[in-house]
């Protein structure tokens, strides 16, 4: 039996990482800007995927269950993306449990819920219930913690993982990439913890990160921000573009309710600043942003909303408690927990002050540190100045939960980010492919009821195209659109020839990522990418072929819908 041979790396936990010889063990010194002597080794693999977020993990699940082997790295030491380290419970549309979908995100879905039926003390009646949603949070037929994600994801990757099929590294971020003409060749990934760093080989890589990372380090075409309507002729586009107006990023965290207990600290660093800031917009803000009024996302007008941390009716105002609530404590035996447990992402929270995308690093985290005082003073104001309906103010017994987000603050691990750079793409969805008006406009009334059909689709998505307020200044933009395909031209850049997207890095714009950025859709592009790069591996053939070659491209569609991939809606 020939024996295997191990290259054994420092973890960024500290501890030691043992690699299959099949993942290469060549090292070498590099020298970092500092100067300072570090260990650098090559690893390779068939693909290798930057961000292990939601795209990311569909794409290896997808790649090894078809028979290839990938390393898939991530910044912080959770997978998921905006399901765990980023703390949003999924955005999701109303067909979700049948249709509209891959397969496999419906499992993903169906294992949370079996994760609770497993392994949570809950109450006959929740437990009997298919469609359990643990909090019973409104936004979403399925509200459940991040770590719940967390060990659901592990659990459908431990296979690949077992096998060797997949390494997965997390707490390495991606630094620089080496490129030929239109092809990667590597890319250098840095241990977060240590001053070591790999070199990265494959045919083919993907970019799942939150910003499109890999797109400026590999010198592939992209865009940001908004294009003007000059460009693009949407409906709803301005008249001059933009590359730095991007939608806001919020901090999210989690909190409970201790009625009877005083919680309070000392106020966050900054909360005189942000309890009386006003939003500078155009269409303006209802007042300031620290209020229970926010601007209507459909009419701008300023709208109500209420806060009730036991639950408690606010009349026709949405309940912020349980709007994003992760655990209903009723759905738990008696005395399992002592209140429920919420997510704020709310309009009170997003951070618009500034852009993060193509800045420095110094930049970002100054952005980043600016929306976590503004996140801590939202919390430090609904303690103590939030209205309540006895006519009091604040809620004493208000508690951070870090245990919920796996950090020490209360505050998830990474920003929820809504817009990342995008490819420039082979094909781009526009307004007039998804929005209900713009479509009608260039369609017709008939042919303007349903989205454009792709000829290339190769998956489905929904949701209605949602722009937070923006760096630049711009309100809400909130408008309906129509259940849409994904077009393989959209996972295709123009120019290069072994990088894919998976996460909002896609062909669209800053109007249509509106409706492409949300959790399944995330996850079904990752799913095509990792099925093409399969195809494409056993085809020999390069991924645009398979656009351009009709029988080519049939067999693809017919291979993905026999894994559970979905490449129309039903009439």
Same mark, same amino acid.
């Given at each position: 039996?020939?024996?295997?041979?191990?290259?054994?790396?420092?973890?960024?936990?500290?501890?030691?990482?043992?690699?299959?010889?099949?993942?290469?063990?060549?090292?070498?010194?590099?020298?970092?800007?500092?100067?300072?002597?570090?260990?650098?080794?090559?690893?390779?693999?068939?693909?290798?995927?930057?961000? !292990?977020?939601?795209?990311?993990?569909? #794409?290896?699940?997808?790649?090894?269950?078809?028979?290839? +082997?990938?390393?898939?790295?991530?910044?912080?030491? %959770?997978?998921?993306?905006?399901?765990?380290?980023?703390?949003?419970?999924?955005?999701? *549309?109303?067909?979700?449990?049948? *249709?509209?979908? /891959?397969?496999?995100?419906?499992?993903?879905?169906?294992?949370?819920?079996?994760?609770?039926?497993?392994?949570?003390?809950?109450?006959?009646?929740?437990?009997?219930?298919?469609?359990?949603?643990?909090?019973?949070?409104?936004?979403?037929?399925?509200?459940?913690?991040?770590?719940?994600?967390?060990?659901?994801?592990?659990?459908?990757?431990?296979?690949?993982?077992?096998?060797?099929?997949?390494?997965?590294?997390?707490?390495?971020?991606?630094?620089?990439?080496?490129?030929?003409?239109?092809?990667?060749?590597?890319?250098?990934?840095?241990?977060?913890?240590?001053?070591?760093?790999? =070199?990265?080989?494959?045919?083919?890589?993907?970019?799942?990160?939150?910003?499109?990372?890999?797109?400026?380090?590999?010198?592939?075409?992209?865009?940001?921000?908004?294009?003007?309507?000059?460009?693009?002729?949407?409906?709803?586009?301005?008249?001059?573009?933009?590359?730095?107006?991007?939608?806001?990023?919020?901090?999210?965290? #989690?909190?409970?309710?201790?009625?009877?207990?005083?919680?309070?600290?000392?106020?966050?660093?900054?909360?005189?600043?942000?309890?009386?800031? =006003?939003?500078?917009? +155009?269409?303006? %803000?209802?007042?300031?942003?620290?209020?229970?009024?926010?601007?209507?996302?459909?009419?701008?007008?300023?709208?109500?909303?209420?806060?009730?941390?036991?639950?408690?009716?606010?009349?026709?105002?949405?309940?912020?408690?349980?709007?994003?609530?992760?655990?209903?404590?009723?759905?738990?035996?008696?005395?399992?927990?002592?209140?429920?447990?919420?997510?704020?992402?709310?309009? @009170?929270?997003?951070?618009?002050?500034?852009?993060?995308?193509?800045?420095?690093?110094?930049?970002?985290?100054?952005?980043?540190?600016?929306?976590?005082?503004?996140?801590?003073?939202?919390?430090? %104001?609904? @303690?103590?100045?939030?209205?309540?309906?006895?006519?009091? @103010?604040?809620?004493?017994?208000?508690?951070?939960?870090?245990?919920?987000?796996?950090?020490?603050?209360?505050? #998830?691990?990474?920003?929820?980010?809504?817009?990342?750079?995008?490819?420039?793409?082979?094909?781009?969805?526009?307004?007039?492919?998804?929005?209900?008006?713009?479509?009608?406009?260039?369609?017709?009334?008939?042919?303007?009821?349903?989205?454009?059909?792709?000829?290339?689709?190769?998956?489905?998505?929904?949701?209605?195209?949602?722009?937070?307020?923006?760096? #630049?200044?711009?309100?809400?933009?909130?408008?309906?659109?129509? /259940?849409?395909? =994904?077009?393989?031209?959209?996972?295709?850049?123009?120019?290069?020839?072994?990088?894919?997207?998976?996460?909002?890095?896609?062909?669209?714009?800053?109007?249509?990522?509106?409706?492409?950025?949300?959790?399944?859709?995330?996850?079904? =592009? !990752?799913?095509?990418?990792?099925?093409?790069?399969?195809?494409?591996?056993?085809?020999?053939?390069?991924?645009?072929?398979?656009?351009?070659?009709?029988?080519?491209?049939?067999?693809?569609?017919?291979?993905?819908?026999? @894994?559970?991939?979905?490449?129309?809606?039903?009439?």
């Amino acid at each position: 039996m020939k024996r295997k041979t191990f290259l054994t790396l420092v973890s960024s936990a500290g501890g030691a990482v043992l690699l299959p010889s099949c993942y290469g063990r060549e090292t070498s010194g590099t020298k970092p800007a500092a100067g300072k002597k570090t260990r650098s080794s090559r690893l390779s693999a068939d693909i290798i995927i930057a961000g !292990g977020g939601l795209g990311g993990c569909a #794409a290896a699940i997808a790649a090894c269950r078809n028979g290839l +082997k990938v390393i898939m790295t991530e910044e912080t030491d %959770w997978i998921g993306g905006q399901v765990s380290q980023q703390g949003v419970p999924p955005d999701e *549309h109303q067909w979700i449990e049948t *249709h509209g979908a /891959p397969a496999s995100y419906r499992e993903f879905r169906n294992r949370v819920r079996s994760y609770y039926k497993r392994n949570y003390p809950l109450t006959l009646d929740a437990f009997g219930r298919e469609y359990l949603n643990p909090g019973d949070g409104s936004v979403s037929r399925l509200c459940h913690e991040p770590r719940v994600a967390v060990a659901v994801l592990t659990e459908m990757l431990a296979p690949y993982i077992s096998a060797g099929r997949l390494l997965l590294l997390t707490e390495y971020k991606v630094k620089a990439a080496d490129v030929d003409g239109d092809r990667v060749k590597s890319v250098e990934v840095l241990d977060l913890n240590n001053d070591s760093s790999l =070199i990265l080989t494959a045919p083919w890589f993907v970019d799942a990160t939150e910003c499109g990372d890999l797109l400026p380090l590999t010198g592939t075409e992209y865009v940001s921000g908004t294009e003007s309507k000059k460009e693009t002729a949407e409906l709803h586009a301005p008249e001059t573009g933009n590359p730095q107006n991007n939608q806001a990023f919020t901090l999210c965290f #989690a909190m409970d309710y201790q009625p009877g207990v005083n919680n309070i600290a000392d106020p966050p660093e900054e909360y005189g600043f942000w309890k009386n800031y =006003i939003p500078q917009m +155009k269409p303006p %803000w209802s007042g300031r942003l620290l209020d229970l009024k926010y601007s209507n996302p459909r009419t701008l007008e300023p709208k109500e909303l209420g806060f009730h941390p036991e639950g408690k009716s606010t009349g026709e105002a949405l309940n912020l408690w349980t709007y994003r609530r992760i655990i209903n404590r009723n759905n738990f035996l008696p005395g399992i927990y002592d209140g429920d447990i919420s997510i704020v992402n709310w309009p @009170q929270n997003d951070y618009f002050p500034g852009n993060i995308i193509d800045v420095s690093e110094k930049e970002f985290r100054r952005h980043l540190e600016a929306a976590r005082q503004l996140s801590l003073s939202l919390f430090y %104001w609904l @303690q103590t100045e939030a209205p309540r309906p006895d006519g009091g @103010q604040g809620w004493p017994g208000l508690r951070l939960r870090g245990d919920i987000t796996g950090t020490a603050d209360g505050m #998830a691990k990474y920003p929820y980010i809504r817009e990342s750079r995008r490819i420039r793409a082979v094909f781009t969805v526009l307004e007039e492919h998804v929005g209900a008006e713009n479509r009608k406009l260039v369609a017709g009334e008939e042919e303007g009821k349903r989205s454009a059909r792709f000829f290339d689709s190769v998956g489905t998505g929904y949701y209605h195209i949602d722009l937070h307020p923006s760096s #630049a200044g711009d309100n809400y933009i909130d408008f309906s659109s129509l /259940p849409f395909q =994904i077009p393989l031209g959209a996972l295709l850049p123009q120019r290069m020839n072994n990088l894919f997207p998976a996460n909002k890095n896609i062909g669209t714009t800053h109007i249509t990522n509106g409706c492409y950025r949300l959790h399944p859709v995330e996850w079904s =592009i !990752g799913e095509a990418v990792g099925c093409l790069l399969a195809f494409c591996n056993s085809k020999k053939v390069n991924a645009k072929a398979v656009r351009e070659r009709k029988e080519l491209l049939e067999e693809f569609q017919t291979w993905i819908r026999k @894994q559970g991939l979905e490449t129309d809606w039903p009439a």
